[in-house]
């Protein structure tokens, strides 16, 4: 009998997991892996809000994938998925074709809009290296222009973020700390630079225990960010960023209106056909769609209930390396000619949400409330934690975030 063709396409935190659990729990006689992404590296999206803001190099965020990946095991393809054709088995690149047998789609998330006019137009996203990198340019190009025109425009100065969730605030955490740099490299007053985050609901941190989230917003507005809570974002321009507020409607002036409120799955698996909520395919406990059995979803893209609240679970990397490492044991199961798959249940840790690289909050094992430094180092063991899972201590050594006391 032939060996199954196992393919993997994506290589975020489920498709890379999904990748190196299979390497280590697989002989290479058993299964043909392949593992197919856009880039020849692997990024850790949780930190390319650092990147956006220019406090960490993107060189940090990204991993060759051939430092991680056995490729004596797994056969990696450096090519974009355009197509899923699920009735034939086969996922079209846009430089060939691949047949699989069981196929596990991690092929993450893109923003959401919502139909705000002129925001995709406009806006900026933290998506991806290069849209992180993007975004540090254009802030820095401004900061350069400011003193190099006959007219100084305080548009080039406002920076404007929209969504006080946990990427917002992530993000304003590192400007906060970056525009002082940026003030005295390019010679512009701190007090000329407005840092604006504008949520929509009635609060930061929606979801949040109020205790931190009243200390978050302290954190950061005695670092200079101004908050417009309960503003509903109506327009973005190429100058200009429209919200109403208590049925106010306000303008700000701004070239950089960074977009951090809205994400959704991959739109790429409703366009093969799979019946999905804005992305998300709602997937049975050993989280494979309804009616096909060699297909299995990790990370974003998979919708899984939360059967406490009746709602869906968030999409996060704590969930999405959870459901790697489960679905790499199912697979290894049914390589083996067994067929009964195991449940997936995520165990939620806690969340931890930085606020620079200073200061943080979170709340972790069941309800323990973590601020400032306590909060950081623990943002710093996770993030260590998960890189030892994927490539050992070599990779915690060359990537990881080691220095727990840098203030
Ligand atoms: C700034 C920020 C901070 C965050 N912080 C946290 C946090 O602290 N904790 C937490 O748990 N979660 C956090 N999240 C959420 C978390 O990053 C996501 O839930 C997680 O990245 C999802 O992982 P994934 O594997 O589904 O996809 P992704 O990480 O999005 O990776 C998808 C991969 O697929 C590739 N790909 C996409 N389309 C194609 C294609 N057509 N062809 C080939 N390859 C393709 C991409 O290049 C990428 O490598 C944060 C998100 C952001 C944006």
Known sequence: MKNPNIVIIGAGYGGIMTAVKLQKSLGANDANITLVNKHSYHYQTTWLHENAAGTLHHDRTRIAIKDVVDTSKVNFIQDTVTDIKAADKKVILEDGELAYDYLVIGLGFESATFGIPGLKEHAYTINSINSSRLIRQHIEYNFAKYNNEPEKQQKRLNIVVGGAGFTGIEFVGELANRIPELCK????????????????????LPGFDPELVEYAMNSLEAR?????????IKEVTENKLVFEKDEQREEIDTNTVVWAAGVRGNSLVEEAGFEANRGRIPVRKDLRPEGYDDVFIVGDCALIMNEETERPYPPTAQIAIQEAEHTAKNLARLVKGEDHLEPFKPNIQGTVASLGH??????????KKLFGWSATAMKKVIDNRYLLKLGGLPLVLKKGKLNFFNF
Do not use: Q, S
């Open 358 to 367: 200073n200061d943080a909050i979170g709340v972790v094992f069941d309800d």
């Open 224 to 232: 200079g960010v101004e908050f417009k809570i309960g503003a509903m």
């Open 185 to 204: 490299e390019y010679d512009v007053p701190r007090d000329k630079v407005r840092i604006i985050n504008v949520e929509a609901a009635p609060t930061a």
